[in-house]
């Protein structure tokens, strides 16, 4: 049997109800294999994922979605930009003297033969579709030269464009923001942030000039100097691309859009906001393939027992789950965890999120849009009748919303929600100090997760080390001389220099028990509900913290940066 029809056969098993056009569409695959696949997609026969992995198997490959693959640096330096436009192939990863490569057509022995003598490597090739090869080789290949051609084409056109008055607001370049070179500078700006994995990209004025940063892994990154002009272009460009108002510079404004790069989809939140040398821009850069690809609640690096704990509590019929942590810290991204592990055909999953960050298939997600009056507590008003089994609330943020939280939960409704609080505890008296009756808060809430992200230390440069006497004594109060093995990254090209790629979360969990309850209910401060807490096991986040640095996925640094020392109260009676 031909790889066609594995192919074909392998789509009528697993699409039945889309035989007659699967059928119908069978000629195409022998001429256009390519072409059929983007029809097929287009059709909604499968979704991408398994339509690609059908055909993968038919070939005897895997197949990998490039964009969800972190790819180092010295991966993309490897391949020459010519060479990889012409064969669409592009290197994922290189170990010693193999490496792994997706191409479009991976059982093209003579393209595979070829890249081995250009790589000087044996190659084993994944498939991965040409549209998404396209993509990663722009966001990948050469993009810190595409920035630089376009940064001085925008200088050289500007005075030419503007005469010789000098640009003091946006209004002044509005007639600039159709330039190509204006275009082009922005996406690539926008390609290296998904390059580097940021989750905000920064337009910064300054007196003189403006600079871009990148919120990396947490961290604020300086990626380049810009002229002010050019701010004024790019800041006038993100305005016309939101809708918002070009020569409105003296009041906040709050927007979004989204861009097609080839296969890739992107979208952002975006703030303006005026500062002392102009206005400032922040672009929250929303439901990023990366990760997306970890919106699975088994990947997530919670402790074994709190992933069990968790599965358990949302397992229940009703209740509330909360999620805590402050802004960044991954809360949405453990919800949608949680909604994964739950999403099955016969429940009715809801979702009510300002902004929706990520597009899920088989739930039904819902945007509150303060500006028209559809807030969160009105929106789930709404929802509760609309039959839901259960339903993911963004945010509590007032005592209306929290109240029919609390009623949803009560009548049947399971509820996953998020709160700022700096800790567990925290969130299970948020809610009486909000203003929900205790009697209320105590029977429905069944679980509080509170969570940090930390930096991961780099896979390829990572080294051990034994830290000080000092050190040990000073983050772990039962060390009693003991030797100890530490990890830390000494920085290389896949990393960027900075020892960390990635983030972890660490995580302390609450399973509220019956005598939780009963403390809930009489008001019971802070240092008796930690007590029963610590009867049951809870574990504190910097316990978390220290354990993922002693089995090497963070530093002591980052543990320490991230976390307050575990603090112990005196328990007394309210």
């Given at each position: 049997?031909?790889?066609?029809?594995?192919?074909?056969?392998?789509?009528?098993?697993?699409?039945?109800?889309?035989?007659?056009l699967?059928?119908?569409?069978?000629e195409l695959l022998?001429?256009?294999?390519?072409k059929?696949l983007?029809?097929l997609?287009e059709?909604s026969?499968?979704?991408?994922?398994?339509?690609?992995?059908?055909?993968?198997d038919?070939?005897g490959?895997?197949?990998v979605?490039?964009?969800?693959?972190?790819?180092?640096?010295d991966?993309?330096?490897?391949?020459p930009?010519?060479i990889?436009?012409?064969v669409?192939?592009?290197?994922?990863?290189s170990?010693?003297?193999?490496?792994?490569?997706?191409?479009?057509?991976?059982?093209n022995?003579?393209?595979?033969?070829s890249?081995g003598?250009?790589?000087g490597?044996?190659?084993?090739?994944?498939?991965?579709?040409p549209?998404?090869?396209?993509?990663?080789?722009?966001?990948?290949?050469?993009?810190?030269?595409?920035i630089?051609t376009?940064?001085?084409?925008?200088?050289?056109q500007?005075?030419a464009?503007i005469g010789?008055?000098?640009?003091?607001?946006?209004?002044?370049?509005a007639?600039?923001?159709?330039?190509r070179?204006?275009?082009e500078?922005?996406?690539?700006?926008?390609?290296t942030?998904?390059?580097r994995?940021?989750?905000d990209i920064h337009?910064?004025?300054?007196?003189?000039?403006?600079?871009?940063?990148?919120?990396?892994?947490?961290?604020?990154?300086?990626?380049m100097?810009?002229?002010?002009?050019?701010?004024l272009t790019?800041?006038?460009?993100?305005?016309?691309?939101?809708?918002?108002?070009?020569?409105?510079?003296?009041?906040?404004?709050d927007g979004?859009?989204?861009?097609?790069f080839?296969?890739?989809n992107?979208?952002?939140?975006?703030?303006?906001?005026?500062?002392?040398?102009?206005?400032?821009?922040?672009?929250r850069?929303?439901g990023?393939?990366?990760?997306?690809?970890?919106?699975?609640l088994?990947?997530?690096?919670?402790?074994?027992?709190?992933?069990d704990a968790?599965?358990?509590?949302?397992?229940?019929?009703?209740g509330i789950?909360i999620?805590?942590?402050?802004?960044?810290?991954?809360k949405?991204?453990?919800?949608?965890?949680?909604?994964n592990?739950?999403?099955?055909?016969?429940?009715?999953?809801?979702?009510?999120e300002?902004p929706?960050?990520?597009?899920?298939?088989d739930?039904t997600q819902?945007?509150v849009?303060?500006?028209?009056?559809?807030t969160?507590?009105k929106?789930?008003?709404s929802?509760?009748?609309?039959?839901?089994d259960a339903?993911?609330v963004g945010?509590?943020r007032?005592?209306?919303?929290?109240?029919?939280?609390?009623?949803?939960?009560?009548?049947?409704?399971?509820?996953l929600?998020t709160?700022h609080?700096?800790?567990?505890?925290q969130?299970?008296?948020?809610?009486?100090e909000i203003?929900?009756?205790?009697?209320?808060?105590?029977?429905?809430t069944?679980?509080?997760?509170?969570?940090?992200?930390?930096?991961?230390?780099?896979?390829?440069?990572?080294?051990?080390?034994?830290?000080?006497?000092?050190?040990?004594?000073?983050?772990?109060s039962?060390?009693?001389?003991?030797?100890?093995?530490?990890?830390?990254g000494?920085?290389?090209?896949k990393?960027?220099d900075?020892?960390?790629?990635?983030?972890?979360g660490?995580?302390?969990?609450?399973?509220v028990?019956?005598?939780?309850r009963?403390?809930?209910?009489?008001?019971?401060s802070?240092?008796?509900?930690l007590?029963?807490?610590?009867?049951?096991?809870h574990?504190?986040?910097r316990?978390d913290?220290?354990k993922k640095?002693?089995?090497g996925?963070?530093?002591?640094?980052?543990?320490?940066?991230?976390?307050l020392?575990?603090v112990?109260?005196?328990p007394?009676?309210t």
């Amino acid at each position: 049997m031909s790889n066609v029809e594995v192919f074909l056969d392998s789509l009528r098993r697993s699409a039945p109800e889309q035989v007659q056009l699967i059928d119908s569409r069978s000629e195409l695959l022998k001429a256009e294999p390519m072409k059929l696949l983007t029809d097929l997609l287009e059709r909604s026969v499968l979704d991408k994922t398994r339509l690609f992995q059908h055909w993968a198997d038919s070939l005897g490959v895997a197949y990998v979605n490039p964009m969800t693959v972190a790819i180092p640096t010295d991966g993309y330096e490897q391949l020459p930009v010519d060479i990889a436009r012409r064969v669409l192939a592009i290197v994922l990863n290189s170990l010693g003297d193999a490496a792994t490569v997706a191409m479009a057509d991976p059982v093209n022995t003579k393209q595979i033969e070829s890249l081995g003598k250009i790589l000087g490597k044996t190659v084993s090739p994944v498939f991965a579709h040409p549209g998404e090869i396209a993509t990663v080789i722009d966001m990948y290949l050469g993009n810190e030269g595409n920035i630089a051609t376009n940064l001085h084409t925008v200088c050289s056109q500007l005075p030419a464009l503007i005469g010789a008055r000098e640009i003091r607001t946006a209004a002044d370049v509005a007639d600039l923001v159709e330039s190509r070179a204006v275009i082009e500078l922005l996406n690539s700006i926008i390609l290296t942030a998904y390059r580097r994995r940021a989750s905000d990209i920064h337009l910064e004025a300054r007196a003189d000039s403006s600079r871009v940063r990148m919120r990396i892994d947490g961290d604020m990154e300086t990626i380049m100097e810009l002229p002010r002009t050019v701010h004024l272009t790019l800041l006038a460009r993100v305005k016309v691309l939101c809708q918002l108002d070009v020569s409105q510079n003296r009041l906040p404004q709050d927007g979004a859009f989204e861009l097609d790069f080839g296969a890739l989809n992107t979208s952002f939140r975006v703030s303006t906001l005026p500062s002392l040398y102009g206005e400032k821009a922040v672009l929250r850069v929303l439901g990023s393939p990366l990760s997306q690809s970890l919106l699975n609640l088994d990947t997530l690096g919670l402790p074994h027992s709190t992933l069990d704990a968790v599965k358990r509590v949302i397992s229940r019929p009703s209740g509330i789950l909360i999620v805590c942590g402050p802004t960044g810290s991954g809360k949405t991204t453990t919800l949608y965890g949680c909604i994964n592990h739950l999403n099955r055909p016969d429940l009715n999953i809801t979702t009510i999120e300002d902004p929706v960050e990520y597009r899920l298939p088989d739930i039904t997600q819902h945007q509150v849009n303060a500006g028209i009056g559809l807030t969160f507590a009105k929106v789930l008003r709404s929802v509760l009748r609309q039959d839901p089994d259960a339903i993911l609330v963004g945010e509590i943020r007032d005592l209306e919303t929290a109240m029919i939280a609390t009623d949803a939960a009560l009548t049947g409704h399971f509820v996953l929600t998020t709160l700022h609080t700096n800790n567990a505890l925290q969130a299970v008296t948020r809610l009486v100090e909000i203003g929900v009756d205790p009697y209320l808060v105590a029977p429905t809430t069944m679980g509080v997760l509170s969570q940090r992200l930390v930096r991961r230390i780099c896979s390829s440069c990572k080294e051990s080390y034994t830290p000080t006497d000092a050190e040990l004594a000073a983050h772990f109060s039962n060390w009693q001389g003991v030797p100890v093995t530490l990890y830390r990254g000494r920085g290389c090209p896949k990393c960027f220099d900075t020892g960390y790629s990635g983030r972890v979360g660490i995580y302390e969990f609450i399973e509220v028990s019956e005598k939780m309850r009963e403390l809930i209910t009489e008001r019971q401060s802070v240092a008796l509900l930690l007590e029963e807490a610590k009867r049951v096991g809870h574990r504190t986040l910097r316990y978390d913290g220290l354990k993922k640095a002693l089995i090497g996925w963070t530093t002591l640094e980052e543990v320490e940066r991230n976390t307050l020392p575990d603090v112990a109260y005196e328990p007394v009676a309210t």
